[in-house]
């Protein structure tokens, strides 16, 4: 499958943005989909995670109650609404693909695909 993220830009802190990840391929449904983001200097962090029918989700602390993942799967595209930004948001985000379904993964090693990326500034 291949992923391409977009939706990035800049944006003032408290405010609102939202990605989205199209996907190739006809098995889109079949994968479930993470987001990662990485800022400079730092390693690839977990931000968020759906699963294949969209019915789960998971998040990681930091954005918790702050973010929202969802997917439609006619659309082979996944999305990442992202509310109350803060300056520590500033990233590159990326998303992801596994086959993996038993538990949530956050390591980025367990995901097979990945998008190309999309930059998310946030302004004090």
């Known amino acids: 499958v291949q992923l391409q993220a977009s939706g990035g830009g800049l944006v003032q802190a408290g405010g609102s943005l939202r990605l989205s990840c199209a996907a190739s391929?006809?098995?889109?449904?079949?994968?479930?989909m993470g987001w990662f983001r990485q800022a400079p200097g730092k390693e690839r962090e977990f931000v968020a995670a759906?699963?294949?029918?969209?019915?789960?989700?998971y998040y990681s602390d930091s954005v918790k109650g702050r973010f929202t993942v969802s997917r439609d799967n006619a659309k082979n595209t996944v999305y990442l609404q992202m509310n109350s930004l803060k300056p520590e948001d500033t990233a590159v985000y990326y998303c992801?693909?596994?086959?993996?379904?038993?538990?949530?993964?956050?390591?980025?090693?367990?995901?097979?695909?990945w998008g190309q990326g999309t930059q998310v500034t946030v302004s004090s």
């Open positions: 759906i699963g294949r029918s969209g019915g789960g989700t």
């Open positions: 391929g006809r098995t889109f449904s079949s994968y479930v």
């Open positions: 992801a693909s596994t086959t993996y379904s038993r538990s949530w993964i956050v390591t980025p090693g367990r995901y097979d695909y």
